[in-house]
């Protein structure tokens, strides 16, 4: 058995998905990420979701604290990614 391929169709691993199912609090995410402590929950896994005031408030800056997204974030209502 191989991950990703399943009967002729590619499936992709949502880490985000995966992330807040495992992880919901954060903690490991925040080991391996320290520059995400000060986030509240709604952010720990979807730190591009915030707001400018919301970087502000947290002092975290996306694309200076932590890194903007290099592809768009995984999202169900666009495919999924499958176009891609």
Same mark, same amino acid.
């Given at each position: 058995?191989?991950?990703?391929?399943? *009967? *002729? =169709?590619?499936? =992709? %691993? !949502?880490? +985000?998905?995966?992330? /807040? &199912?495992? &992880?919901? !609090?954060?903690?490991?995410?925040?080991?391996?990420?320290?520059?995400? /402590?000060?986030?509240?929950?709604? %952010?720990?896994?979807?730190?591009? /979701?915030?707001?400018?005031? !919301?970087?502000?408030?947290?002092? +975290?800056?996306?694309?200076? &604290?932590?890194?903007? $997204?290099?592809?768009? $974030?995984?999202?169900? /209502?666009?495919?999924?990614?499958? !176009? =891609?």
């Amino acid at each position: 058995a191989g991950a990703g391929m399943t *009967g *002729g =169709r590619v499936n =992709r %691993f !949502n880490i +985000v998905k995966q992330s /807040k &199912d495992y &992880d919901p !609090n954060g903690d490991y995410v925040t080991l391996w990420l320290p520059e995400l /402590k000060k986030l509240p929950k709604e %952010f720990i896994h979807e730190p591009w /979701k915030m707001t400018q005031f !919301n970087q502000m408030e947290y002092g +975290v800056r996306l694309g200076v &604290d932590y890194p903007n $997204p290099l592809i768009p $974030p995984f999202s169900p /209502k666009n495919g999924g990614g499958q !176009n =891609r």
